[in-house]
């Protein structure tokens, strides 16, 4: 079956995404560039695990565990932890000590271990405990509002925040979103001119350089090595 992949929005303003998956005859997936951050637990072989995964600037491979299932949290934009320093952990990860299938350490205090379907109240408690902070300027920014502070403060504070300039977030959004639309079959001239490439080869260094396929290749496709997590969303205001 390879990666089965299931996902939703949340109406929580810190969490973009809940996900979860399993894997089944599948060892490699190409890992999409995205923007988030993530809290991902999984279980392989009867044990638990958990990590912090980080933004990923561009598309690469990376293994899958076989027969493993996974569950994951991705964070809004703007939305950090600030003892784990989102701006460390672009292409990288933070494991989780000390992962039971019921109950994990988090900052010094025992909790349990979230589902897909209880993830907000999961991410309601580290708020309130001052695990999760948010920069307000950052979604504002995002959803089209002026900023109130300089350039030069604006590119700092997105850095410390995402871990990714808002160019780089731009360009990511832009990316995935071409790849959606050719999944549904939409012509790569369309989608060219829909989202603002200057022409059909600038779609194509975009889309592999950040989805890692090419325009032909996402209208076919491949069950060996599937997609990671790909979804509609809005794009983020022009920087």
């Not at 995205?34 to 990376?62: C, D, M, Y």
Request: proline content about 8%; aromatic content about 8%.
């Amino acid at each position: 079956m390879g990666l089965v992949i299931e996902s939703r929005p949340s109406e929580l303003a810190y969490v973009e995404r809940v996900w979860r998956s399993r894997s089944e005859d599948v060892r490699r997936m190409m890992s999409v560039a995205t923007s988030h951050w993530e809290l991902v637990f999984w279980e392989h072989r009867g044990e638990a695990q958990a990590a912090v995964l980080g933004p990923e600037a561009k598309a690469s491979p990376a293994p899958v565990p076989e027969d493993s299932v996974f569950f994951g949290i991705s964070f809004a934009l703007g939305t950090s932890m600030p003892h784990i320093p989102v701006s460390r952990l672009v292409g990288g990860s933070a494991e989780i000590p000390d992962v039971t299938k019921r109950s994990l350490w988090l900052k010094g205090s025992a909790w349990h271990v979230p589902d897909y379907d209880n993830a907000e109240a999961f991410v309601r408690r580290m708020v309130r405990e001052g695990i999760v902070d948010v920069d307000p300027v950052v979604p504002a920014v995002l959803g089209g509002a002026g900023p109130d502070v300089s350039e030069r403060t604006l590119q700092r504070r997105f850095v410390a925040a995402t871990g990714l300039t808002q160019g780089a977030i731009r360009q990511i959004h832009r990316a995935r979103q071409a790849a959606v639309l050719i999944q549904e079959g939409v012509p790569a001239q369309e989608v060219t001119h829909r989202l603002g490439y200057f022409d059909q080869p600038h779609l194509a260094r975009s889309l592999k350089r950040y989805v890692g396929r090419t325009a032909t290749q996402l209208s076919v496709p491949d069950t060996t090595e599937p997609l990671s997590l790909l979804y509609k969303t809005s794009l983020p205001a022009p920087d």
